[in-house]
C-alpha cells in the first residue's frame, strides 16, 4: 500500500507569484483535503475534494484553488503569493464513506516560503 | 476563543516517565477525536482514534474523552526518546465533510 506523497518538498517563491503544489492520495482513497500550518501552530483546514468535487472549504481567500483528478490525485493553487503564505501545506486522504475508515492519513508536507 | 485549545509546552520529562497530553475544546458536536504525531519538518502521523466518549489504549498510549468536560487526554507510558515529537489533538463533527479542527501541538522532549 503506497502512503500520501507530496511534491515538490520545498519551494521559494516571491511576493505576487502563483504555485501549484501536487498531492497523490493513500491507493484506495477518494477524498484529499489541504492543511495550512504555519510555524508553531496546528493545520489549518483549506478544502477537500470528494470525487472531483469541492466539499467544503475553510476561512481562506478564493486565491487558494484547488482540483482533483480522476485518479483522486490533487492540486492545490495559490494566485498572488503573500509572505504569510509562507507555510508547510499538507494534503491529507482518506477513503469517505466507508464505515471506520474515514481517519485523515498525511502526507509530509511542502515547505512553502514566500520572500 | 478557540475551538480547540492545547498548551503548547515545551514539555520535558525524563525517559521512563508517564507523559499526559490534553485538550479542551468549545464545540459540543465534535464527535471524532484524534491523536498526531508530527517530528520536525513532517507531516502529522496519526496515533489514536476515537469516537464519542470513553478510553482506548494502544501499546504504551491511552486516549481518553470525556465530553461532559469537552475534555480529552493522551497518556504515554514508559516514554522513550523517540516519543519526542510535537503532539496534535484533532476534533470533527459528524456532519458533512471530514474537516479536522486541530489544537497547536504540545512540543514534548524525553530527556534519556
Known amino acids: 500500500e503506497t502512503g500520501v506523497t507530496q511534491s515538490p518538498t520545498h519551494l521559494i517563491k516571491t511576493r505576487g507569484q502563483q504555485v501549484t503544489l501536487r498531492c497523490s492520495s493513500q491507493?484506495?482513497?477518494?477524498?484529499v483535503s489541504w492543511y495550512q500550518q504555519a510555524l508553531g501552530q496546528g493545520p489549518q483546514f483549506i478544502f477537500q475534494?470528494?470525487?472531483?468535487?469541492?466539499?467544503g472549504r475553510g476561512n481562506f481567500p478564493p486565491r487558494f484553488s484547488g482540483l482533483q483528478f480522476p485518479n483522486y490525485s490533487s492540486e492545490l493553487n495559490v494566485n498572488a503569493l503573500e509572505l504569510d503564505d509562507s507555510a508547510l501545506y499538507l494534503c491529507?486522504?482518506?477513503?469517505?464513506?466507508?464505515?471506520?475508515?474515514?481517519?485523515?492519513?498525511f502526507g509530509p508536507g511542502t515547505r512553502l516560503t514566500v520572500l | 476563543q478557540k475551538e480547540v485549545e492545547q498548551d503548547p509546552g515545551p514539555l520535558s520529562v525524563p525517559e521512563g516517565a508517564i507523559v499526559s497530553l490534553n485538550c479542551t475544546y468549545s464545540?459540543?458536536?465534535?464527535?471524532?477525536f484524534m491523536w498526531y504525531r508530527q517530528y520536525s519538518r513532517k507531516g502529522p502521523e496519526l496515533l489514536m482514534y476515537?469516537?464519542?466518549?470513553g478510553n482506548k489504549e494502544d501499546g504504551r498510549f491511552t486516549a481518553q474523552v470525556d465530553k461532559s468536560s469537552k475534555y480529552i487526554s493522551l497518556f504515554i507510558r514508559d516514554s522513550q526518546p523517540s516519543d519526542s515529537a510535537t503532539y496534535l489533538c484533532?476534533?470533527?463533527?459528524?456532519?458533512?465533510?471530514?474537516?479536522?479542527?486541530f489544537g497547536t501541538g504540545t512540543r514534548l522532549t524525553i530527556i534519556p
Open positions: 475534494y470528494y470525487r472531483e468535487e469541492e466539499n
Open positions: 484533532a476534533m470533527r463533527t459528524n456532519f458533512g465533510n471530514e474537516k479536522l479542527t
Open positions: 464545540n459540543s458536536a465534535f464527535q471524532y
Open positions: 491529507a486522504s482518506s477513503d469517505a464513506g466507508t464505515s471506520g475508515t474515514d481517519t485523515q492519513y
Open positions: 491507493s484506495g482513497h477518494n477524498t
Open positions: 476515537t469516537y464519542s466518549s
